[in-house]
């Protein structure tokens, strides 16, 4: 039968040529057995691997080993308040640093207040430059300059 349909001129139609419908049914079966043969293949991939780990696990006297860090905290809080309660103990008590040396540790307080009232040694930079003259080398210093 032949249809004798004239063409439309603003190119609104329909289609001439249909589908076939066996390559329709091969394609999804070709796409349904690539499908079965990858889920075949991934689930023998995990066994494997599966299997192989626990022959790696009791092959091995596994002992409790800690992982590298930085591990993974459980309760940071409390490590938090740790290191705050040694920091304020540093802090606020009086300690040896070296009893040879006789180096001691006084509370932070106090050190403030001692500085304060002996005060920073200074030195005015800026009359030198003005003056011409080279800055103080330190005691001790090795860079001399000539």
């Keep these: 039968m032949d249809h004798a349909i004239p063409h439309s001129p603003n190119g609104a ?3 001439h040529s249909e589908i076939s419908v066996r390559t329709v049914v091969v394609s999804l079966i070709v796409l349904l057995t690539g499908t079965f043969m990858v889920c075949l293949l991934v689930v ?31 309760h940071p809080w409390e490590q938090l308040i740790t290191v705050r309660a040694r920091e304020d103990h540093v802090l606020s008590s009086y300690a040896w640093i070296d009893r040879k040396e006789g180096t001691v540790r006084i509370p932070i307080d106090q050190a403030i207040e001692k500085l304060a009232q002996q005060g920073l040694p200074s030195h005015d930079y800026l009359a030198d430059i003005q003056a011409g003259k080279k800055p103080p ?3 001790g210093s090795s860079n001399v300059v000539k």
């Design 13 to 15: 139609g329909h289609e």
């Design 44 to 74: 023998g991939i995990f066994r494997y691997f599966h299997t192989e780990n626990k022959v790696a696990q009791t092959a091995k006297d596994w002992k409790q080993q800690i992982p590298a860090e930085p591990r993974v905290e459980e």
């Design 137 to 139: 080398v330190p005691k």
